[in-house]
DNA sequence: GTGAAAGCGCTAACAG
DNA sequence: CTGTTAGCGCTTTCAC
């Protein structure tokens, strides 16, 4: 019925008392707007899809939970697909998302081939897409991310502040944007410092636990280990940690440790943690502001957007607890924040 | 066009040149299939809802992974909600849900009034539902929990054993099904060894970080502390771990404890942390796999399933680091897994 | 202001 | 085996 409709959506005028007798019988009779048949009318669903690596990394929770936020004041909702960093996993959600005909895509991008056909096809055929947290390389695509670059190279510098010269990294997953820019705002900030880089120290992972904690073991077990070392994300950090307690060194006295993601836990282990805190909930949030505004055409035909937010360094004791063997002892680091009432206990 | 609706379907039977040159179309017209249509149709959309407490608890975001996982391989996709335990956000999830018309919901209950009436007419109405974690109080539904009970008490005997007799516990927000349990897990094993319970030893938390933290501290700076600590969740052990490194205390000399909700990070605190493990996948997954059984009446009629996991005991070093004062020496836990290769390094 | 009617894209039933 | 058609529940246009 007309009318009805008229009601709910409030696209018409309608007397008082025949609005109040509709509002009634709805309330009454256990009604709920069938929004399927109101899709398919409009061909707007309200639902933005949502596809990501992990939701278990609390990394992409947070993201997730930024998004829902945003999307849930403007009345959307959010359908999440989890692809473990798999390209075929990605086309797969792609193919159901689209055939649920969501009104957009939020999209945590997985490695994979250059010219990603599905990404491609969204694209042509105008599909509201936004890219969270990486870019597929040589896209053109509203996108909000991090500046890994700047805030690795903020973090690095702090330790060569602090003394260092022979800092190693466990360096995450290459084929990621993500990946690449933390390797190069490390190289850079040795660089920077004239200290020349040692291959040695250099270890490639994958992002995954089991690969901080392999990594992690060779350097700390290798001859002329590193005084400090760069750890490239939350989940390695982990593996590192287990490393750490395994080859009985101590952090900081044998080992400065800064890594990229802080967690709750972060701060409670002993020593806390010197770590980049990324602004998860916020990409998630502007994301799909961003991409409901692409929705609704709020932006027109604007070029792409592309929002990058800072990290944000908190250091604390694992970095700031000693110094090296020669370091300058009247060099104080700049506290940028967090940590300052725990006493150092180890 | 009915012929391409069999191709797609499979349901009558399509000669194979016919049914070649309409996959052909399909392919290379970029056709998706409209599942919105679909749906309108079979009143049926393959969505299941998904509405918990807060995806950013790993908890949380395991069970998630668990659902998704299950649902993906029976061609379903799951729209998640977090409510913060909040019953008004419970609610609108609920009137959005069956507004999307959703197959059925997975619910983690937020704590609330005695008669939930959203779940009440969708029980009523006879909406799959499926409880997982908790199961609102005096409802008759399809659920999937953790004996929580029994965990706990297995927990504090273990505690018990090594000849701990002030043991304090921070309990869970007692609305919940899951708060009420542990304590009572608690409460039962002091019962069993003839211990008295002190009052002061229990303190009422509501499952966050800051309680924890709050709690955590009175109880380790009370006059006669405790000499063990049971904690009834991964983000109040946060909390605790906060106080108790600002309290100056060592764990386990001066304070052993043991915490509910395994993570992957209390394995590598200093010391590593007894726990109970969840199979929160698992809860997710089971959970998933009855909820769509109901969907698709599998199950007829059947009663309401119950399915009741155990929770798993780590014991680590942050009970067997020491014993109390007069504590058996020669009392040797039980070790029922994990923690054994890392060296006590406090 | 109000009621009737067309049509969104699909499936299922049916006639050819 | 194939093509046509009704109808899922809504919104929107149109005549009243």
Known sequence: ???????????????????????????DSGYHPNFVARSLKLRQT????????????????????????????RNYVLLTFNTDDHVEREKHA???????????????????????????????????????????PGLKVDSVTVGNFAATRECVRHLIALGHRRIGIVAGNLNLQTGRERLNGYLAALRDAGIKVAPELIRKGDFHMESG????LELLLSKRRPTALFVSNNLMTIGVMRALAESGLRCPQDLALAIFDDMPATQVLQPPLTAVAQPAYTIGQRGADLLMDRIESKLADRAPVTIRLAGELKIRESTTG????????NLEPRVLGGGGKIPLSI
């Open 1 to 27: 019925m007309g009318t009805v409709s008229n009601v709910l959506t409030g696209a018409a005028v309608v007397s008082p008392e025949r609005r109040e007798r509709v509002l009634t019988v709805i309330r």
């Open 46 to 73: 309200r639902i933005l899809g949502m596809v990501l690596a992990d939701i278990t990394n609390p990394f992409f929770a947070q993201m997730v939970r930024g998004a829902e936020d945003a999307a849930l004041k």
């Open 94 to 136: 792609f193919s159901v998302l689209r055939s649920q005909r969501v009104d957009g895509i939020l999209l945590v991008v997985a490695p994979g081939p250059k010219k990603p056909s599905h990404i491609l096809d969204m694209l042509k055929t105008g599909g509201p897409l936004v890219c969270l947290d990486r870019v597929p």
């Open 213 to 216: 904690y392999q990594l992690g």
């Open 322 to 329: 000693s110094r090296p063997g020669k370091g300058d002892s």
